[in-house]
């Protein structure tokens, strides 16, 4: 007997994976076909769904949404994390704070109601403890998520009993935990956490069981992170947890508040495996096996076997073609990239990425700090930027926090927008073949953001005092930059109705500005050439206006990232003639 499935997919109970491919493991098989982008299957109702301690007073503790908190009691972690979201977060719905304890915030009684009858019922009077004890209202994520399960085991909840003490309920990994000293000892300091706060006797029975839960949330409960808010914290359900491993799946999950959403990654066959990735699966071989240590299982899938990096599985991925409605159209060029692997061998690759995780990285909003990070990690970069392997980790994640670091200053805004162009069209395609990742999405969003922000300049005259890169102000100046926004919105729309929710903000955000873009006025010709283009990507008239007048300058601007990124991290003036 195993958990609840939804349609469209079956739970294997003898079947060999990527995970475990010398012994026979559970695993979900689908029971039909599924193209790209589809939907496969919905989970609404998780045993664990709960944000992290620190966003507990600016998320509703049932359904996820993140709001604002009505308590001037905010914490200043939640302050933070509400100034992050910017003008997201002064629009967010007011939320309620539980008149019981006060700690947990709700968007109104249904939900307030819902999580009652659910957990909170139970443990509301463990925060009373908690501020007594610790003068704090929130606990650490996985603390919270133990005194839960404990506490409806002692209700006698069925589905967590089924899941957290049957035979075959979660896999727990506990004496391969129990070997990990440093881990063990962290995960008893939680479990015994839990059990004070949670009200419950300090038996030994009690803190092993406490500590058992602890190993089963490590292994199956998924980092439900939001990749619009930011906002993460832990899911949790039996069914889901049976989807495996590998490093090239075929599937992805999408979170949307309370619900998980497994989509296709590419084509799945019918009877063929269901895999996600755990991890970030476009680190170096070493990182990935490191990353999953923790889930103690050797990953044996073809990216790991043969050491793929991200360009060799792009040139394999049958994803592939679906990039010919995109910001990198040239499928030759995602087939043979222009790099030189002569440069820099994957052993070095290897070397770089350690180096650059050991160092020090940027202490709090100290400009001169950045600055200086940026610089270490750009020069250790070097090898892989001779080498033309911009897609290969570190080097994108090295432009991309230099480039989220700009977006918020007032004097580099505006070239962050030929870094996150560069992303978008030299390093995204080859990490996440597939168009409609939702991180493929989001950093469409981002150059959308910033075309609205630098045509102010524009449309002003300020540009040229606020850029001294005159190759820069020239593109944005001759730009089309409001047809820009309505061609890569188009695409958000397009690829984010496919690979999302429709509930998903960012996508009701597309919608919106698209919305907006289209009812200006002296625009009926482009829009209606873009519309077109939308609808059929290779009509003549159509396509060669989006080549002209979007691709071109996003070309051009992404172009320019590499000496800007050269002058400013190698101390050198921006000025370009």
């Avoid at 066959?269 to 991890?279: D, F, K, L, P």
């Avoid at 990198?328 to 052993?347: A, E, T, Y």
């Avoid at 897609?391 to 004097?411: D, F």
């Avoid at 996440?432 to 609205?452: C, D, E, N, Q, Y």
């Amino acid at each position: 007997m195993g958990p609840q499935l939804p349609p469209g997919i079956r739970l294997d109970h003898g079947r060999s994976s990527s995970t475990t491919p010398n012994k026979k493991g559970r695993s979900l098989v689908a029971t039909r076909p599924f193209p790209a982008g589809s939907h496969i299957a919905t989970f609404s109702s998780p045993l664990l769904a709960l944000p992290d301690g620190a966003t507990m007073r600016t998320t509703c503790n049932y359904c996820l949404r993140v709001g604002a908190s009505s308590s001037s009691a905010t914490s200043s972690s939640s302050q933070q994390q509400q100034g992050q979201q910017g003008q997201q977060g002064q629009q967010a719905q007011q939320l309620k704070a539980c008149t019981g304890c006060k700690a947990v915030v709700y968007c109104d009684a249904t939900c307030q109601r819902a999580h009652w009858r659910g957990v909170h019922k139970a443990e509301c009077a463990m925060f009373a403890r908690v501020r007594k004890s610790v003068g704090k209202d929130w606990l650490p994520t996985p603390v919270r998520a133990v005194a839960q399960v404990m506490l409806r085991l002692r209700a006698g909840d069925k589905e967590v009993r089924e899941a957290f003490e049957s035979g075959s309920g979660l896999e727990g990994n506990v004496e391969a935990f129990r070997k990990e000293e440093e881990v063990w000892a962290d995960f008893e300091l939680q479990a015994s956490a839990a059990v004070v706060y949670a009200g419950l006797l300090q038996g030994d029975e009690v803190l092993a069981k406490a500590r058992e839960v602890l190993c089963k949330i490590q292994t199956n409960a998924f980092n439900r992170l939001d990749e619009d808010t930011g906002m993460a914290g832990i899911y949790l359900d039996a069914g889901l947890a049976m989807v495996n491993h590998s490093c090239v799946p075929n599937a992805f999950i999408g979170f949307d508040k309370r619900t998980a959403i497994l989509r296709a990654e590419r084509d799945i066959r019918e009877g063929e495996e269901i895999t996600i990735s755990y991890i970030d699966n476009t680190l170096p071989r070493s990182a990935r096996h490191e990353a999953l240590r923790l889930y103690h299982f050797q990953c044996d899938c073809a990216r790991c076997k043969n050491d793929l990096d991200c360009y060799e599985v792009c040139q394999e991925s049958p994803a592939l073609s679906l990039n010919s409605f995109s910001l990198q159209p040239n499928l030759g060029k995602l087939r043979n990239p222009p790099i030189d692997r002569s440069k820099v061998s994957k052993q070095q690759v290897e070397a770089i990425y350690k180096t650059w995780q050991s160092l020090p990285k940027p202490e709090g909003d100290d400009e001169k700090d950045h600055l200086k990070v940026g610089r270490a990690r750009w020069e250790l970069c070097k090898p892989l930027v001779e080498a033309g392997m911009w897609a290969v980790e570190p080097l994108p994640t090295t432009i991309l926090n230099v480039a989220l670091r700009w977006q918020t200053s007032y004097k580099m805004v505006v070239y962050a927008l030929p870094l996150l162009c560069f992303l978008a069209t030299e390093c995204e395609p080859f990490k996440l073949v597939a168009p409609f990742m939702p991180w493929r999405i989001k950093g469409i969003m981002s150059i959308v953001k910033l075309l609205a922000v630098t045509g102010e300049f524009t449309a002003s005259g300020s540009l040229a005092t606020r850029c001294t890169h005159e190759g820069l102000v020239g593109t944005l100046a001759l730009a089309d930059q409001v047809s820009m926004c309505e061609a890569l919105l188009r695409l958000a729309v397009h690829h984010g109705s496919t690979g999302a929710s429709e509930d998903r903000e960012v996508l009701q955000q597309a919608r919106s500005m698209l919305d907006d873009v289209e009812s200006l006025q002296g625009r009926e010709k482009e829009s209606t050439l873009l519309r077109a283009w939308a609808m059929d990507p290779e009509d003549p008239e159509a396509s060669a206006f989006f080549e002209k007048e979007v691709l071109s300058p996003i070309r051009k601007l992404a172009s320019l990232a590499p000496e800007i990124l050269e002058a400013m991290l190698g101390n050198k003036s921006l000025t370009k003639k």
